[in-house]
């Protein structure tokens, strides 16, 4: 029993260190005409992932830069929604990601990104051994693989949910704005109206006036 807790706590731990210390995840508010930049040590070998996706503002787009520690880039993409990319650092250093919102006049966006640094560690120190594992062992791995599917997709319908009640906001204002104006429109024409046919009787009463004197 004391070993199946172990095991357990064992998941769930590497659970918690492959999304702390194996990755930076965040979502920020990029203002208008504004440039942001992130950096992250690497050493030479590793393989990384920037995945990134614009959540709310304007068009759900915006430009995404990396560079390798000596300015080179590895990475460009103009004007995108989302989108993944995947590269093996070549060499030590500090690399730089930017996102930037400097084509956009008046339109703030909120961006979420995930930078994966490297392979998960093993769950078990000896999982890499010649011997095949345990039963236990191996419904451990099975489960922490689930769990990490689990958090992947957690946090992929949380984004869509998210862009989804921004567009429905976004909508709603349009809605309302539109329901305003036609009601504008709806007064000036009745007052219109009105005006109208008080000017054709008032008329017709001067005239008959006119004529009886």
Known sequence: MFRSLRLLL??????LLCRWVLGSELTFELPDNAKQCFYEDIIVGTKCTLEFQVVTG??????CRLEDPDSATLYKEMKKQYDSFTFTAAKNGT???CFSNEFSTFTHKTVYFDFQVGDDPPLFPN???VTALTQMESACVSIHEALKSIIDYQTHFRLREAQGRSRAEDLNTRVAFWSIGEAIILLVVSI????????????????MTRVGS
């Open 10 to 15: 064992q998941v769930l731990w590497a659970q």
């Open 58 to 63: 304007g068009h759900y787009d915006v430009d």
């Open 95 to 97: 690399y730089k990601f």
């Open 127 to 129: 999982e890499n051994r």
């Open 192 to 207: 219109s109206q009105v005006v109208l046919l008080r000017s054709f009787f008032s008329d017709k009463k001067t005239t």
